[in-house]
C-alpha cells in the first residue's frame, strides 16, 4: 500500500460546480497536510497547509483533514475554468522528512 | 523576486547518453531539492540539500545518478548513462533558510527528459 493514495481522475465538472478532492494515507504519524496545483507543463505550486485535524479556508478553496480517518479533502466552490489544473495533495511527518505525494488529480472545469 | 530556474526545460537523448539539468533556486533560499515526476504520478524526491551538504540522498540512484551543490546555492543533477526509464520531469525546488515543517516549496517549471 502506498503511502498516500489519490483518485487520479480525470475529474470534469461545469463552471460553477462545487468540486471535492481527496486523498487517504496509512501513516498515523503524518502531522502536515498540503494541498499543491500544478499547470500543465508547470512546477507545482502550495495551494493550501494545514497542521492536524480541521478545516482551513482561503476564499474558494477549503482545506480539510481527519486524523481519525487519515483522509484530507480539498474543496473547491465555484469552480471556475482557470481551476483546470492537476491538484496533489502531500504530507510530510516533520520539518527535516520529505514530502509525499499523492499522485495527483486532474480536474478540467467546462466553461 | 525571480522563482526557481532551471534549464533546460526539454531534453531529447539516446539511451546510453549522459545528460545534466541546472537548477538556480531562490535567492536566500538553503534548502533544495530535486524531484522527479513520471506520467500520472506525483514528483519523488530523488535528494535534499541544505547548503552545500546532500542530507537526504536515500532514494538517489547512485550507479547512475550523481548531484552537486558545490558553493551552496545552484545544482546540477546528472545521469550518465541514461535508460528509458529516466523519462521523466525533473523538477527542483527550494525553501527559505529556516526548513520546517509547513515551509513552502518553491518549485521551478521542470526538466522534460525524454529518452529514446
Known amino acids: 500500500q502506498k503511502e498516500v493514495e489519490q483518485d487520479p481522475g480525470p475529474l470534469s465538472v461545469p463552471e460553477g460546480a462545487i468540486v471535492s478532492l481527496n486523498c487517504t494515507y496509512s501513516?498515523?504519524?503524518?502531522?502536515?497536510f498540503m494541498w499543491y496545483r500544478q499547470y500543465s507543463r508547470k512546477g507545482p505550486e502550495l495551494l493550501m497547509y494545514?497542521?492536524?485535524?480541521g478545516n482551513k479556508e482561503d476564499g474558494r478553496f477549503t482545506a480539510q483533514v481527519d486524523k481519525s480517518s487519515k483522509y484530507i479533502s480539498l474543496f473547491i466552490r465555484d469552480s471556475q475554468p482557470s481551476d483546470s489544473a492537476t491538484y496533489l495533495c502531500?504530507?510530510?511527518?516533520?520539518?527535516?522528512?520529505?514530502?509525499?505525494f499523492g499522485k495527483g488529480t486532474r480536474l478540467s472545469v467546462i466553461a | 523576486e525571480a522563482g526557481v530556474v532551471q534549464s533546460p526545460r526539454y531534453k531529447i537523448i539516446e539511451k546510453k547518453q549522459p545528460v545534466a539539468f541546472w537548477c538556480n533556486p531562490i535567492?536566500?533560499?538553503?534548502?533544495l531539492y530535486w524531484y522527479r515526476q513520471n506520467l500520472g504520478q506525483g514528483p519523488e524526491l530523488l535528494i535534499r540539500?541544505?547548503?552545500?551538504?546532500?542530507?537526504?540522498d536515500s532514494q538517489l540512484p547512485k550507479d547512475r545518478f550523481s548531484a552537486e551543490r558545490l558553493k551552496g546555492v545552484d545544482s546540477t543533477l546528472k545521469i550518465q548513462p541514461a535508460e528509458l526509464g529516466d523519462s521523466a520531469v525533473y523538477l527542483c525546488?527550494?525553501?527559505?533558510?529556516?526548513?520546517?515543517?509547513?515551509?513552502?516549496?518553491?518549485f521551478g517549471p521542470g526538466t522534460r527528459l525524454l529518452v529514446l
Open positions: 502531500a504530507i510530510m511527518n516533520s520539518g527535516n522528512t520529505p514530502l509525499v
Open positions: 501513516n498515523s504519524a503524518f502531522q502536515y
Open positions: 540539500y541544505e547548503n552545500e551538504e546532500a542530507v537526504d
Open positions: 525546488a527550494s525553501t527559505p533558510a529556516q526548513s520546517g515543517a509547513g515551509e513552502t516549496q518553491y
Open positions: 494545514t497542521y492536524s485535524s
Open positions: 535567492s536566500g533560499h538553503n534548502t
